[in-house]
């Protein structure tokens, strides 16, 4: 990754304040910057992940390239995580205890070359790359965490593709694939 490592303990606190004001059924108003890491005012992309207790995802939602200062999009993403991720209903106040938080702040995407789908899979580093992949109007992105799941390749970019709408085996000379790499900052529960 090109920054110096993201300051770690100032955007998990700003994850967590954000997720707490939508406790409150406050909307992330522009977060307050004022103290803030230099490196954490450049523009950033970000995934927060969240977590419950027994490990399983409880919200997911992020930015897969920088248009905002990385403070900012980890401000909105938390609160996006929690409050509205379409797979689940807003987070509870009972649910925060047991809630584990996971900031990706994600690196460039690199365009991957590939004729064929076999060619790509061996170019994919599991556990280090995170994917994006399209098709005219399909689109998905697997964080690098989801390879922990999913350690092959071929059952990664089939899971990848049902994710997009797209048939498990379906290949285009046309389809679009990125990789990028994340730097993880992780906490337990506020």
């Keep these: 990754m090109s920054r110096d490592a993201p300051p770690r303990d100032y955007l998990l606190g700003l994850a967590w304040r954000s997720i707490r004001l939508g406790l409150d059924g406050i909307e992330p108003a522009r977060p307050e910057l004022d103290g803030c890491p230099p490196d954490a005012l450049l523009p950033g992309a970000s995934f927060v992940t969240l977590t419950a207790g027994g490990g399983e995802l409880r919200g997911c939602r992020g930015m897969l390239e920088p248009h905002r200062p990385l403070a900012a999009d980890v401000w909105y993403n938390a609160w996006a995580s929690a409050?509205?991720?379409?797979?689940?209903?807003?987070?509870?106040?009972?649910?925060?205890?047991?809630?584990?938080?996971?900031?990706?702040?994600?690196?460039?995407?690199?365009?991957?070359?590939?004729?064929?789908?076999?060619?790509?899979?061996?170019?994919?580093?599991?556990?280090?790359?995170?994917?994006?992949?399209?098709?005219?109007?399909?689109?998905?992105?697997?964080?690098?965490?989801?390879?922990?799941?999913?350690?092959?390749?071929?059952?990664?970019?089939?899971?990848?593709?049902?994710?997009?709408?797209?048939?498990?085996?379906?290949?285009?000379?046309?389809?679009?694939?990125?990789?990028?790499?994340?730097?993880?900052?992780?906490?337990?529960?506020?």
Excluded at 114 to 137: I, T, Y
């Design 83 to 190: 409050y509205d991720d379409p797979r689940f209903p807003p987070v509870g106040r009972h649910e925060l205890d047991h809630i584990r938080l996971e900031i990706s702040v994600l690196g460039p995407l690199q365009r991957v070359a590939a004729g064929r789908e076999a060619e790509l899979a061996r170019q994919l580093v599991p556990g280090r790359d995170g994917v994006v992949l399209g098709w005219r109007r399909h689109r998905a992105t697997f964080l690098p965490q989801v390879w922990e799941n999913l350690p092959d390749p071929r059952e990664f970019l089939a899971a990848l593709k049902a994710k997009a709408g797209l048939a498990p085996d379906f290949w285009a000379d046309d389809l679009e694939v990125h990789r990028y790499e994340v730097e993880k900052l992780r906490t337990a529960s506020p």
